[in-house]
């Protein structure tokens, strides 16, 4: 019986098909879109999975409040991990990082360094911790030494052309020299670590040694022991608060007391963050590396089932709309015997042929579309054609689809009665004209969510890159790794800033690009206690660094060189004002100091109030800054005038190779480095555009076979019309409109529910756009017009018939 079933539901398909092509291509665009989603969201959801007791490992973050700054922290003080694992019986392991950015590398005796980008320190404990086998040395030994290093296999392939390097050694900077004392494989691309390369010995690094419990520097991994729960740790952990952060403190603040502490508004609140969480629901201010947001797999996720429901109605659309053909076939079927059951089972074949055959063009596409979706995801997703799971989730996702897609079709062309249907009667042949207006409009109505989402997101990354920063990043160079020029820094600088092209450069140790920044706590002078704390950036730069960012002065002055009282100067920004609690003018003159230890610290005078910069992400707000003057940096910014960027980097460039001979040319612009901040943004952006895309391309599949059914059904009508002089702009006006007010009633539908979405994103944003109707006009008119070039083909072809033919249809 299955295999009649499967012959007549071929036959069937072909002699339709027209309808039979946008039914399968629906679905295979739906099915591809959703597959690629679900690959994507499956590579999210597997971040750092991989590692041995991964459940069991938890980040020791803090939520800080002090000095009138507010802090969510990632790391965590130096002694806290062996303290953790000393005190604690629910501890079982420890392990701590602490990264230092990036740093010029080669082989002691080589002539050119190569640069890796992310480094840091790790205790020896690292490898057992997670679980990480060596390639090549001593687990409990490799990073022991105060000067060895682990390199991944890509990093000793780099430096060395080889992993075999156990013993070779390596010179960071120029300055320090380390031993290789283990081979890694290079971790996971799902991993919060995948960026690392290179790991330096804990115990070169002085400060983490030292009982420092008020810097929270160190990205600090707990493991718990086995059926420990870690709701029961939560609360003693709460403890380190009083029995060491406070009684390191009072050598500072005598006589400070967790009640004076809280009274005065300050708090720290000590939590844990389990390691496969971090990638998606991390909100810290620093991190390790890049983390993604749970937001935007609830998103993907929403957008994959609106393309798999989307293709699924058009599926019903169609099918029911189509039935006015089929019906004399039902009537015959029921005439011979058949029984409803048996019709259902008759099209449900069919719709699950067109589901299948529709998986395999989705495969098709897929292939073709994942590596371009790839190139601007950073992902290195492929499908797991070798993965008996993903084939039994693949067909059984694909079983339900049809079965999902064909039943409605199914049980209503069932119904219909033998002797109507064999009479021609279409009262109830041609299909519940309701339920099909009710399927259009839910399929606009997602079109058009998805496309204000879509301008609400491109509107929003639109004002961050053209917002006033406070600073122009525009034809901005920034030349890094300084320190690889040694004493030649500030020779390097004159030649530069003495070319032609170029207006200013500056010598600094920040950039006001969004970074990794540590706060200081700062003192007015006679004020010691720590209700008066100041917590606030603290920036080195030199004399040039306002004039070459462009920034303004809003009362006092600039550093000048030749003042020597300026050597402890300091200009701090607007937003520290609130916090000492006096205007620009009452600031001038003000002295404060971060040295609270000592008898005689140094202190700052405030010469000058630079305006507000942004210099963190749009999503924070802007905090206390102190610049003070001091040349020796890391980084150069170098602000040119126009003409060719190309030789004008040329030229930096040959005096650099002139001054560091064999040290690499590490350079980009401002707005670049700005715009990587927002990287998740705009990858958000694009996949919202092309699934958007997708979603209009789907529905208007449907709405243009809905059309040529329409009109094929009105074909008399439009005869008769013609014949007593209607013309074809009228009938193809009248075969419009019927679906414009369709596409209206989901736009009033779909445009509260996209203000309410597109509001709760924004909030991570604490500056942003707000939605205006300028936007929900936008959206109402794009659909209006996708909608009218979709119609109207169908629409003017079935006007311009010659009304004799209409006429003799039958």
Not at 115 to 121: D, Q, S
Request: hydrophobic letters at 45%; one cysteine or more.
């Amino acid at each position: 019986m299955f295999k009649n079933y499967l012959k007549i539901a071929w036959r069937s398909l072909k002699k339709q098909a027209f309808f039979t092509f946008l039914n399968t291509f629906g679905l295979a665009i739906g099915m591809a879109g959703a597959l690629i989603i679900s690959l994507y969201i499956y590579d999210e959801l597997s971040y750092d999975k991989m590692f041995a007791d991964a459940d069991r490992i938890y980040r020791i973050d803090a939520d800080i409040k002090f000095g009138g700054a507010e802090m969510k922290a990632g790391e965590a003080a130096a002694p806290m991990a062996e303290t953790l694992k000393r005190d604690y019986p629910q501890v079982e392991a420890s392990v701590r990082f602490r990264t230092i950015g990036s740093a010029y590398v080669k082989k002691v005796g080589g002539n050119r360094s190569a640069k890796e980008n992310h480094i840091a320190f790790a205790d020896s404990t690292m490898f057992d911790f997670f679980g990480i086998e060596l390639l090549a040395g001593n687990a409990k030994t490799a990073l022991t030494g105060t000067n060895s290093l682990v390199l991944t296999k890509s990093a000793a392939e780099k430096h060395f052309g080889d992993t075999d390097v156990i013993g070779q050694n390596l010179l960071l900077d120029n300055t320090d020299t380390y031993t290789v004392t283990g081979v890694i494989e290079d971790m996971p691309q799902n991993s919060y670590f995948n960026d690392y390369s290179v790991f330096l010995a804990m115990a070169g690094n002085v400060a983490s040694r030292e009982d420092n419990w008020g810097g929270n520097n160190y990205f600090t991994f707990i493991k718990l022991i086995p059926g420990a729960k870690v709701e029961d740790f939560q609360e003693p952990l709460q403890e380190m608060l009083e029995r060491y952060m406070l009684p390191w403190s009072q050598k500072y603040f005598p006589g400070m007391t967790a009640e004076s502490f809280a009274a005065s508004g300050n708090y720290i609140r000590y939590h844990t963050m389990p390691l496969i969480d971090i990638h998606l629901y991390s909100d810290r201010d620093t991190e390790m590396n890049a983390t993604s947001s749970i937001q935007n797999i609830y998103i993907l996720s929403f957008i994959a089932l609106f393309l798999i429901i989307l293709a699924s109605v058009n599926f019903m659309n169609l099918s029911t709309a189509h039935s006015l053909k089929r019906a004399k076939e039902v009537g015959v079927r029921k005439t011979l015997g058949s029984n409803k059951m048996n019709l259902v089972f008759q099209f449900l074949t069919e719709s699950g042929l067109i589901a299948f055959v529709s998986l395999l063009a989705a495969l098709i596409i897929s292939m073709i579309a994942l590596p371009f979706f790839n190139s601007f995801t950073g992902k290195s997703i492929a499908i797991p054609f070798t993965q008996p799971l993903f084939w039994l989730a693949l067909l059984g996702a694909t079983f339900l689809l049809g079965l999902f897609s064909g039943s409605y079709p199914a049980f209503f062309m069932s119904r219909f009665t033998a002797v109507k249907s064999l009479k021609g009667s279409s009262a109830e042949s041609v299909g519940n004209g309701r339920v099909r207006n009710a399927l259009v409009i839910f399929q606009f109505s997602i079109s058009v969510f998805l496309i204000v989402s879509t301008l609400v997101v491109f509107q929003q990354l639109n004002y961050i890159q053209n917002k006033d920063l406070g600073f122009s990043k525009d034809r901005v160079l920034l030349i890094n790794e300084i320190g690889a020029l040694g004493s030649k820094t500030k020779a390097f600088k004159e030649q530069i800033a003495a070319m032609g092209f170029v207006e200013s450069a500056t010598l600094s140790d920040y950039y006001p690009t969004p970074s990794w920044r540590s706060n200081s706590s700062f003192f007015e002078e006679g004020a010691r206690s720590q209700e008066y704390a100041i917590q606030m950036q603290e920036w080195k730069v030199d004399s040039d660094y306002l004039k070459t960012m462009e920034m303004e002065i809003v009362a006092g002055r600039d550093f000048n060189p030749q003042y020597a009282s300026d050597s402890t100067a300091m200009i701090i920004n607007e937003a520290t004002l609130p916090i000492i609690n006096v205007t620009a003018e009452e600031a001038l003159g003000m002295r404060i100091s971060e040295e609270i230890e000592l008898e005689n610290p140094t202190y700052y005078t405030i010469i000058g109030v630079v305006k507000d910069f942004h210099f963190t992400s749009l999503r924070n707000n802007i905090d206390a800054l102190g610049i003070q003057l001091n040349s020796d940096a890391e980084n150069m910014a170098v602000r040119m005038s126009g003409g060719n960027f190309v030789d004008n980097i040329s030229a930096i460039e040959n005096t650099w190779n002139a001054m560091a001979p064999g040290q690499p040319f590490d350079y980009r612009f401002m707005d670049e480095a700005f715009n990587t901040t927002y990287e998740a943004e705009q990858k958000l952006s694009q996949i919202f555009f092309i699934f958007t895309m997708l979603s209009i391309f789907i529905a208007c599949l449907g709405l243009f076979g809905l059309a040529a059914f329409n009109a094929e059904k009105r074909t008399k009508e439009i005869g008769v019309r013609k014949v007593l002089g209607a013309t074809v702009s009228q009938i193809s006006y009248r075969l419009t409109v019927d679906f414009l007010k369709l596409v209206g009633v989901a736009i009033l539908i779909s445009l509260p529910l996209g203000w309410f979405a597109m509001n709760k994103w924004l909030e991570d944003f604490s500056y942003r756009i707000e939605i205006g109707i300028g936007i929900f006009a936008l959206a109402a008119v794009l659909a209006i017009v996708v909608a009218i070039v979709t119609v109207s083909y169908q629409s003017i072809k079935a006007a311009i018939v010659n009304p004799v033919k209409s006429l003799r249809s039958e």
